[in-house]
């Protein structure tokens, strides 16, 4: 919830966490506690505990989740719903942040393991972060992690074998990447094995396509989706072509059409 803290003007959002019905609770707000200050991971203000109980005062993200982000974009279209993907650059803003974010964790040796976009908010400064640590965890680089955790469908297939590294949260990135261009509403629980995400990821514009919201991003997308043994990295996410142009605000045509004119470019490749 939102509240207001006594005698000020600040406001934050609140967490109030049952420790009997949550036992790793304690762990998420070390987790927040280490990371504090980082710009694009939700920053943890106060925490204040009873016998059984928690109560974590967060940093209040105003302008909501990315998934509240993603239902924006559709549209009613001819009786149809129509999914209006955001320009490149706004999804490759979207993306540098969240990578910046799992690069800086993953350095430190921390798993977020549930990386979707529920767990993603935006700040009143149009900043992208990553929130919910429930399910993060320390990591031994040499030793693979064992524990099932994640939201489908954006987990990794080597976490259902239950033998994976840090490289799930790149995959489950790859996901969200798709969710982004495509629309949430494309990708189920059902969508269980990586050749039905890689299928999305192939859809997308190669770098010789000169028009589209995502021209070139293809091979990022399929990077992020590869099998663990050749899925890159954040930092080499973050140093792909298609980033770095993103990133610098060059190259690769964005939609300057006006929203009803999407609409109708979308409805007529519906029907076609």
């Known amino acids: 919830k939102e509240v207001q803290k006594n005698g000020s003007k600040k406001r934050f959002a609140w967490k109030h966490i049952d420790t009997d019905k949550d036992p790793l609770c304690e762990d998420e707000v070390r987790l927040l506690q280490r990371f504090n200050g980082h ?5 943890l203000h106060e925490v204040y505990s009873e016998q059984g109980v928690l109560d974590i005062m967060l940093e209040l993200c105003t302008s909501g989740t990315l998934y509240d982000f993603l239902m924006t974009n559709f549209e009613a279209c001819a009786g149809k719903t129509v999914y209006c993907p955001p320009n490149q650059f706004e999804i490759g803003d979207c993306l540098q942040h969240l990578l910046t974010a799992l690069d800086f964790l993953h350095e ?10 529920e767990n993603v908010l935006l700040s009143g400064q149009n900043k992208w972060k990553l929130a919910d640590f429930n399910l993060a965890c320390d990591f031994d680089p040499k030793h693979p992690m064992t524990q099932y955790a994640g939201t489908r469908p954006y987990l990794a297939p080597e976490v259902k074998q239950r033998r994976y590294t840090e490289k799930c949260d790149i995959y489950s990135m790859g996901v969200v990447f798709i969710a982004m261009v495509f629309g949430e509403k494309y990708l189920h629980p059902e969508m269980e094995e990586q050749s039905d995400v890689s299928v999305k990821a192939q859809d997308l514009p190669a770098e010789t396509v000169e028009e589209g919201p995502v021209s070139g991003a293809r091979a990022l997308a399929l990077q992020m989706l590869s099998g663990e043994a050749t899925r890159c990295s954040a930092k080499e996410a973050l140093q792909d072509p298609w980033m770095v142009r993103c990133q610098k605000g060059m190259n690769g045509v964005v939609w300057s059409v006006k929203p009803e004119q999407q609409l109708l470019i979308r409805h007529s490749v519906l029907v076609a």
């Open 39 to 43: 710009e694009h991971i939700v920053c």
């Open 108 to 117: 430190n040796k921390v798993a977020h393991r549930d990386v979707k976009p």
